[in-house]
Nanobody
Framework: EVQVVESGGGLVQAGGSVRLSCAAS????????IAWFRQAPGKEREGVSC????????YYADSVKGRFTISSDNAKNTIYLQMDRLKPEDTAVYYC????????????????????????????WGQGTQVTVSS
């Protein structure tokens, strides 16, 4: 069974840093593109970052580019999201998602979950971890 479990959230001051972890089980990291999504109260869900371990590619939303870094540890079967220079608007529940759709071309980036039968196998979501950035 494909499972992902997030950890590492918490309360941090603006300008600070947090590292989130996503422990994967039931699959290897190179089996899927793995992404981080976030959702804040009253806001739409946003694809924040994505990694393809097979070809070592990574993707970032414009809102976090230059501040967040996604990485992998194949030995630990774990994905990380290093979040630096945090802003209050980064406050959200962060979710790790296995089998995401990640694409970038001509300056545009798309990070989407696979939901619905048209995708074949749907994405697998973790339970989420809260990150709160105080001003």
């Amino acid at each position: 069974e494909v499972q992902v479990v997030e950890s590492g959230g918490g309360l941090v001051q603006a300008g600070g840093s947090v590292r989130l972890s996503c422990a994967a089980s039931g699959f290897k990291l190179y089996d899927y593109e793995i992404a981080w999504f976030r959702q804040a109260p009253g806001k739409e869900r946003e694809g924040v970052s994505c990694i393809n371990v097979r070809d070592d590619s990574s993707y970032y939303a414009d809102s976090v580019k230059g501040r967040f870094t996604i990485s992998s540890d194949n030995a630990k079967n774990t994905i990380y999201l290093q979040m630096d220079r945090l802003k209050p608007e980064d406050t959200a529940v962060y979710y790790c998602v296995a089998n995401a759709f990640c694409w970038a071309a001509r300056g545009e980036t798309k990070i989407l979950p696979k939901s619905g039968s048209s995708w074949g196998q749907e994405s697998s979501w973790g339970q989420g971890t809260q990150v709160t950035v105080s001003s």
